[in-house]
């Protein structure tokens, strides 16, 4: 069954873990408070968000060829600090560097705003929702079996002090989370398992009955979406299944070539269909140089 369809109904809630559901529901300023409780969820526990503001999601002169990247979330707690939150559907080499990369960008430009000379700056957290094979890194592990939100940041090697309050990655590993809803007895298993499950039901499980979860079902109810944010929403989500299928094609056409063949086709057919040159680095884990080589 694809993530599109729904046994037989009408897909009530957003796929929120898609480019076009995660939008559409994290996107709008009208949800921050939706926003907020996921992030009081996965960040650490003293660092609790009261407010925030959205801030402009555009990194630019951001590349070697001096070209902008966009964020898919960007926003400002009422303490200065900044956050991040990106979601990667698909596996992609290099994500931990690419995620690092990104939240040093947003640091090094809180010294525009505070005091270079004292190196006054907001803290940045960047939040990554992984979803299906993308992976940072092993977890064969026994001590990751039930840790789904794992956390970096600059730490002592043998006593882990942490010095000061500067950039921190964290990562929901949705790829790796299996519980039922019977399972899940903290707050963080039951947002794991609504952003992992929301598409696939059809009202909101008692389960999950407090406010909270209240809200985030509001928020990705289709039915419930203004007429701009409905067709924002149905155009962004026909790319993106436009997008898929091109990856899925060309998969099934060069994959037995070899990886780095068929990444190249890939590439190739999505330079065709006019994508964009960052979503198709991102998703292709090739380089610019790589494709002006294409």
Known sequence: MGKEEQKGNVQRYVDILSDAGFKAVFGEKRNKDVLIDLLNVVLPERKHIMDIRY????????TLENKSVRLD??????????????VQRYAQENIFR????????????????GDGQEYC?????????????????????PIFKD?????????EKIIEDVPDETIFCIFVELNRFEKSLEECKKISDKWC???????????????????????????????RFGKEQKLSYEKNMITERDHRNIINTARKEGIREGETKAERMIARK??????????IMNLTGLTSEDLRKL
């Open 121 to 141: 700056i907001p803290p940045v957290y960047l939040v990554c929702l992984i979803d299906d094979h993308a992976m940072i890194a092993d977890r064969s592990d």
């Open 55 to 62: 801030a402009t999601t555009e990194l630019p002169g951001f």
């Open 270 to 279: 999505m330079l065709e269909a006019g994508m964009d040159n960052e979503a």
């Open 98 to 113: 690419r995620c690092i990369l990104y939240a040093s960008q947003v640091y090094s430009s809180g010294t525009e705003r």
């Open 147 to 155: 840790r789904i939100i794992t956390e970096y940041t600059f730490r």
């Open 73 to 86: 979330l960007r926003c400002t707690g009422d303490d200065g600090t900044e956050f991040i939150v990106e």
């Open 193 to 223: 398992y609504a952003l992992k499950h929301i598409w696939t039901l059809d009202s909101l499980p008692n389960d999950l009955k407090t406010e909270t979860f209240e809200r985030l079902f509001k928020a990705c109810e289709i039915s």
